[in-house]
C-alpha cells in the first residue's frame, strides 16, 4: 500500500501546502489523450509555465538517468510524478515508469495524475503498483456541463460526443476514485475554474468527489486557449469564491503553480528542468 495521507503532508508539495518545501519531478511519458478538453492545448515547446507543455517525451527506461540527475541536483525531490502532456492511463507508459521507479528509487512517491476515463478499468494495475497519490481531474459531475467543457471521448476504440461521452467519462472517474480511495490511495481531485460553465457547480463536484474518497480538492483556474480562448480567465474573486464553496466539504489545495509536465524542483520556489531536460537558456 502508498503512504499514508498524513506521510504526503510532510513530504509532497501538492498535499501539504507550502510548509514542507518539498520537490516534485515530472516525467512526461504519456504523449496522447483519450478525451478532448475545449481548454486543452498540449505542445512541445520550452518557454511556456503550464501544463499539457513539455520540452520532450521521455520513454519510460529513460527516466532513470534523469531521476538520478535531477536527484543530485535538487535533493529536494521527494516525488516523482507523471502528469502528462497527455493522459496518464491512454498509454502504458506512466504505469511502466512506475513500476521502474518503484525498484530503482523506493524512496520516491509516486505521484499520478489522469483524467480518469480509464480508472474504473485500471484500478487494480494501480493499486498493484503502490502507488502514492493520485489525482483525478473531475471537472464536472453533470453531463450536460461536462459536454460544455469537452468534445468527446475515445472509448474503447469509439469516439462518443457530448452527453454520452460525458456520462461515461463522469461514471468511471468516479467509480475509479471510490476503488482507488477503497485501497487507502490519497485522493486528490481537481477541476479547472470556468465561471461561465462550472463556476456554479463546483461546490457539488467538492461534496461528490469528497463522498467517493477524495481527501484533497485543487481549484485550477482556466487559462483560456483552445476552443475557450475567448473566454476570460476567472477573477480573484471567482476563484475565492470557488475555493470557498468547496471547503465546506473538502480540505482544499491553494498553492497549486499549473506546473509543465517536465517540470522540476519545489513548486513555485524552485525551477530546474532547464538543466534536467536541457532545455534551451531561457530570458526569464
Ligand atoms: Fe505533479 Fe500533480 Fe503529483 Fe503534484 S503537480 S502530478 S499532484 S507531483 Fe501540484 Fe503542479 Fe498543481 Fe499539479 S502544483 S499542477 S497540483
Ligand atoms: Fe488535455 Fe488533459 Fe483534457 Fe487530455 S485530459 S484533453 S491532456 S486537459
Known sequence: MGREYSDLQNSHPCFGGHKNNAGRIHLPVSPGCNIACK???RTINDVEERPGVTSKIL???????????????????????????GDTLATDNAIKTFSIIKKEF???IKCMSTNGL???????????????????????????????LNDYIIYHGKKIEGVEGAKILIHNQLEGIKKVAA???????????????????????????????????NVIPLIPQHKL????????????????KASKHIE??????????????????SEFGDQIYQRRLRVR
Open 39 to 41: 481548454f486543452c492545448d
Open 59 to 85: 520513454k519510460p527506461e529513460e527516466s532513470v538517468e534523469i531521476l538520478k540527475k535531477a536527484l543530485e541536483i535538487c535533493p529536494d525531490i521527494k516525488v516523482a510524478g507523471i502528469a502528462g502532456p
Open 106 to 108: 523506493p524512496q520516491l
Open 118 to 148: 480509464l480508472l474504473n478499468e485500471r484500478a487494480e494495475e494501480i493499486i498493484a503498483l503502490g502507488l502514492d497519490s493520485l489525482t483525478v481531474t473531475v471537472n464536472a459531475i453533470d453531463p450536460e456541463i461536462e459536454a460544455q
Open 183 to 217: 485501497a487507502g490511495i490519497t485522493i486528490k481531485v481537481n477541476s479547472v475554474l470556468v465561471p461561465e460553465i462550472n463556476g456554479d457547480h463546483i461546490e457539488e463536484i467538492a461534496k461528490t468527489v469528497k463522498a467517493a474518497g477524495a481527501k484533497m480538492y
Open 229 to 244: 480562448k475567448d473566454l476570460k480567465a476567472p477573477a480573484c474573486a471567482d476563484i475565492e469564491k470557488a475555493i470557498w
Open 252 to 269: 482544499v489545495f491553494r498553492h497549486c503553480q499549473r506546473c509543465r509536465a517536465d517540470a522540476v524542483g519545489v513548486p513555485g520556489v
